[in-house]
């Protein structure tokens, strides 16, 4: 089955870390352009970093610095590390992949539309 599972979510307190997972399986994260996007209650889809095939990143203003993804091939998967944690940073964070899919019905739309394939999110929860 082609999807990508996202886990590693949950509760920390502002200036802790989590890192995130993003599995793929039914196809190669080495030959496909993903990203991270994150929606927070009663707020838009965001990007929070993008990583193309050959590996170039790219990450949201509000990240940079703090957060770094990273390929594991060994276990066709990607990671989010996060640190450094505020309360802003509550949300939930998906993980999404453009390729030959057909349209589907993502919980991001609008300039997020090409991305096909999506996860079903992982919540992440900062108190301060």
């Known amino acids: 089955e082609v999807q990508v599972r996202e886990s590693g979510g949950g509760s920390v307190q502002a200036g802790g870390s989590l890192t995130l997972s993003c599995i793929a399986s039914?196809?190669?994260?080495?030959?496909?352009?993903m990203g991270w996007y994150r929606r927070a209650p009663g707020s838009k889809c965001e990007m929070v970093s993008t990583?193309?095939?050959?590996?170039?990143?790219e990450y949201g203003d509000s990240v940079k610095g703090r957060f770094a993804v990273s390929r594991d091939r060994a276990n066709n998967a990607v990671h989010l590390q996060m640190a450094s944690l505020k309360p802003e940073d509550t949300a939930v964070y998906y993980c999404?992949?453009?390729?030959?899919?057909?349209?589907?019905?993502?919980?991001?739309?609008?300039?997020?539309?090409?991305?096909?394939?999506w996860g079903q999110g992982t919540e992440v929860t900062v108190s301060s």
């Open positions: 999404a992949v453009d390729g030959d899919w057909p349209p589907s019905n993502p919980p991001c739309g609008g300039r997020y539309s090409f991305l096909e394939l």
């Open positions: 039914g196809f190669s994260f080495a030959d496909s352009y």
């Open positions: 990583l193309t095939k050959d590996g170039t990143t």
